[in-house]
Nanobody, 115 residues
Framework: QVQLVESGGGLVQAGGSLRLSCAASGSISSSNAMGWYRQAPGKQRELVARINRSGSTTYADSVKGRFTISRDNAKNTVCLQMNSLKPEDTAVYYC?????????WGQGTQVTVSS
């Protein structure tokens, strides 16, 4: 079983930047993909960005050009660099690890963007 711990959330003004990190308790090198999801109040959880084993990335249309996902298999970490933040980016951000045996989720970190 893999435990995921997110960090780096906080309060930032619109136009600012934050960098989220996700530390895994075990190896992520065998994962199918690592991803970041977010859930705003009253809304469903949605995919923000995903990076697969080969390094290919997928982004939600709403964050393309502003967010960058990266993974470091040696350190078992996944990061999400968020630039040009908007109030609509406000949500709880969750790290996800997709393995053949199942999905794992972190506890989430709050990101609040003020206008």
């Amino acid at each position: 079983q893999v435990q995921l711990v997110e960090s780096g959330g906080g309060l930032v003004q619109a136009g600012g930047s934050l960098r989220l990190s996700c530390a895994a308790s075990g190896s992520i090198s065998s994962s199918n993909a690592m991803g970041w999801y977010r859930q705003a109040p009253g809304k469903q959880r949605e995919l923000v960005a995903r990076i697969n084993r080969s390094g290919s990335t997928t982004y939600a249309d709403s964050v393309k050009g502003r967010f960058t996902i990266s993974r470091d298999n040696a350190k078992n970490t996944v990061c999400l660099q968020m630039n040009s933040l908007k109030p609509e980016d406000t949500a709880v951000y969750y790290c996800n690890a997709d393995f053949f045996i199942g999905d794992y989720w972190g506890q989430g970190t709050q990101v609040t963007v003020s206008s």
